[in-house]
Structures are given as structure tokens and as C-alpha cells.
């Protein structure tokens, strides 16, 4: 599959409602439709690949699999204390 599209066009769109259960998610990604391929490999029964296009695919999954995150926010203490952590565990490899 060959892409000449920009930035700009490369975009995905998640689109559900409340009356539904289901989610469609179209795409023009590369990155996002690799991910979401692997998903629909991993999982079939909650991604499914409704339809592809030339420059992009339409996929379809339970809408409670979408989510919305927040930044993680530390302190410079949980920082540190990460750290050391880490470098303990690295320690005993």
C-alpha cells in the first residue's frame, strides 16, 4: 500500500453514540491501522475491519473499548523513587 497523502490527511476519527454499543473508527494512519490490525488479529471477537479503502480502513468495536487518559503527573519524590527502583532491578539482571 502505497501513501502519498500528508500529515494532515493521515487522521483517524472515533465516532459512537449513546444509543449504540458499538464504535466505528475510520483511519488514514499507517501507525493506527497497524495497531489496529494487530487487534483485530489478537481479539476478532472485539475489533473487526469493516471495510477497506485505498488510503485507509473502517474499524468496528464495542464502544466501552475506547478510552480517554490523562497525563501521568509525578513529583520529583516519586521520580527519584522510580528511578531507584529501576536502577535496582537492572542491578540484578
Known sequence: MSY?????ERET???????DDKANIYTRSRI????L???VKKNPKDYVIIEE?????EY???????GF???????EKQRKA????????????
Open 60 to 66: 468496528e468495536c464495542d464502544k466501552k473499548l475506547i
Open 53 to 57: 479503502y485505498d488510503h485507509s480502513k
Open 4 to 8: 502519498n497523502l500528508t500529515k494532515e
Open 82 to 93: 522510580m528511578s531507584d527502583r529501576m536502577t535496582k532491578t537492572m542491578a540484578r539482571r
Open 32 to 35: 493506527t491501522m497497524t495497531k
Open 37 to 39: 490490525d494487530n487487534l
Open 13 to 19: 476519527i472515533i465516532n459512537y453514540n449513546e444509543t
Open 69 to 75: 487518559r490523562t497525563s501521568m503527573k509525578i513529583t
